[in-house]
Antibody, heavy 125, light 106 residues
Framework: EVQLVESGGGFVQPGGSLRLSCAAS????????MDWVRQAPGKGLEWVGR??????????EYAASVRGRFIVSGIDSKNSLYLQMNSLETEDTAVYYC????????????????WGQGTMVTVSS | IQLTQSPSSLSASVGDRVTITCRAS??????LAWYQQKPGKAPKLLIY???TLQSDVPSRFSGSGSGTDFTLAISSLQPEDFATYYC?????????FGGGTKVEIK
């Protein structure tokens, strides 16, 4: 079964750091573009960032709101990817989802077909 | 690119035809996706490239449009369709989502 499972969420104070993990099963992460999307409590969806596949050199893109603070790190032998979140702000409080892109090499197929269940991050003093 | 969905919420009955619109602040060709989200669950892809139905999605869902104006239609609303729907442009970075449309039971 094709599946994504996030972990690593929790409670952190402003200015702190947290690393989220996204473990894949049923497919090879390195073959796909992978994204992080978040959802603040009671709010809509916000794209956070992307890591391209191995063939595209694992290059990354970020939303302006997290650029310079968040890092989508490379896919490893555990078939997992990571979101390193630094200098966290209260506005970063959200459920964080990892999502697979159908085919990021073309805009036509650049939509999210597989999502994890999400992991909650709470930033508060 | 900003995406504006309308309405933000609607009430409908089982069997009704429902349409939701999404307007982009600039042209995005046909690179628009629609997702369904139920409370406490991850979004589910319904349609991408404006009109391509994702596998295993019922045919009562359809999408249309290009450029700046797009529509998601549900031909005959079923009990399991009561949820929040989001559009998302996949034309340029940063990827963006609409604000959502909540479909409630009348």
């Amino acid at each position: 079964e094709v599946q994504l499972v996030e972990s690593g969420g929790g409670f952190v104070q402003p200015g702190g750091s947290l690393r989220l993990s996204c473990a894949a099963s049923g497919f090879t992460l390195s073959d796909y573009y992978m994204d992080w999307v978040r959802q603040a409590p009671g709010k809509g969806l916000e794209w956070v960032g992307r890591i391209r596949n191995k063939a595209r050199g694992y290059t990354t893109e970020y939303a302006a709101s997290v650029r310079g603070r968040f890092i989508v790190s490379g896919i490893d032998s555990k078939n997992s990817l990571y979101l390193q979140m630094n200098s966290l702000e209260t506005e970063d409080t959200a459920v964080y989802y990892c999502a697979r892109v159908i085919d990021g090499t073309t805009w036509v197929d650049d939509a999210f077909d597989i999502w994890g269940q999400g992991t909650m991050v709470t930033v508060s003093s | 690119i900003q995406l504006t969905q309308s309405p933000s919420s609607l009430s409908a009955s089982v069997g009704d035809r429902v349409t939701i619109t999404c307007r982009a602040s600039q042209g995005i060709s046909s690179y628009l996706a629609w997702y369904q989200q139920k409370p406490g669950k991850a979004p589910k892809l319904l349609i991408y490239a404006a009109s391509t139905l994702q596998s295993d999605v019922p045919s009562r869902f359809s999408g249309s449009g290009s450029g700046t104006d797009f529509t998601l239609a549900i031909s005959s609303l079923q009990p399991e369709d009561f949820a929040t729907y989001y559009c998302q442009q996949h034309n340029t970075y940063p990827l963006t989502f609409g604000g959502g449309t909540k479909v409630e039971i009348k």
